[in-house]
């Protein structure tokens, strides 16, 4: 039985966590803390991991109150920098406590991110298409960005040449974003909720990868999975990919 703390409890996010933990065997939920309230080991409440979802502001020193309690994190605030996480790293190498770091808790993200840096290589062509509720306010997703990244980054590793593209003029944009010379079209259409595409194509052939998130349960199978296996990664961990062997 893995003894769980979740810091938001009462947030969106928190309270979805809250029901995750509830209804799992070898989980129990033995902390709710949320905003205002003291981050220690008595509220922490002989918690083995805690569960972070609050916000930008807040995450960080969240984090360093747990370590210092000794008892490792499980964070998908959003708003980490390269400095943020550099102190949470040396922070982490000094106790023997474990941090997860996941900008994206969807399995299937995560795992369409890999298949794309995977099979890019191969075809001639590869473009990005996500498509969010219209609430949204960056563009494109970090998501998209991040897979689009992952791309550029194995055809450079295979020496793929340029993508084929005839279009010379283009005055509305119409080709959408490019992250590392990879296009990336963005949608933004009540209805929907996270969706990701990514096409590709050679001469007769299509391969099309495709993720949709419905509901904020969606990650609850990746923080799960998160709570479970952080305990056997000593220090600071970016991305589920890499607690999943993917990286
Ligand atoms: P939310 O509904 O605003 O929930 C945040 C909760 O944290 C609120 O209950 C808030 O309380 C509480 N809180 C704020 N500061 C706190 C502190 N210092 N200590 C303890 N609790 C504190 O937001 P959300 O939609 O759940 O999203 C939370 C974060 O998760 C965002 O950064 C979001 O981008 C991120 N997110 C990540 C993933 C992923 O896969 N990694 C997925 C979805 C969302 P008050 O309202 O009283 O301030």
């Known amino acids: ?44 409440n002989g918690a083995a991991v805690a569960v972070d979802f609050t916000a930008p502001s807040a995450t960080e020193s969240n ?36 941090v997860l770091v996941a900008p994206n808790f969807a399995m299937s993200a995560v795992l369409v991110m890999h298949f794309a840096a995977q099979a890019a290589p191969y075809f001639d062509s590869v473009e990005v298409i996500e498509m969010h509720h219209p609430d949204k306010v960056d563009a494109p997703s970090g998501t998209a960005i991040t897979t689009a990244q992952g791309i550029a980054a194995a055809r450079r590793a295979h020496h793929c040449p340029p993508m084929p593209d005839a279009t010379t003029t283009d005055p509305m944009g119409a080709r959408g974003a490019q992250v590392e010379g990879v296009h990336v079209h963005a949608v933004r259409l009540r209805g929907l909720t996270a969706h990701q595409e990514v096409l590709m194509g050679n001469a007769g052939e299509q391969l099309v990868l495709r993720t949709d998130s419905f509901d904020r349960i969606s990650f609850m199978p990746g923080v799960l999975f998160g709570i479970r296996n952080i305990g056997g990664h000593p220090g600071l961990t970016v991305g589920l990919d890499v607690l999943m062997g993917l990286a």
């Open 1 to 44: 039985m893995i003894r769980v703390a979740v810091i938001g409890a009462a947030g969106r996010m928190g309270s979805t966590v809250v029901e995750a933990v509830e209804g799992a065997a070898d989980l129990q939920l033995v902390a709710r803390i949320d905003d205002g309230d003291v981050i220690s080991a008595q509220t922490l």
């Open 63 to 98: 984090v360093h109150a747990c370590l210092d309690a000794g008892i490792d994190v499980v964070v998908g605030t959003t708003g980490w920098t390269q400095e943020s996480l550099g102190r949470v790293r040396d922070h982490a190498a000094r106790v023997p406590a474990s």
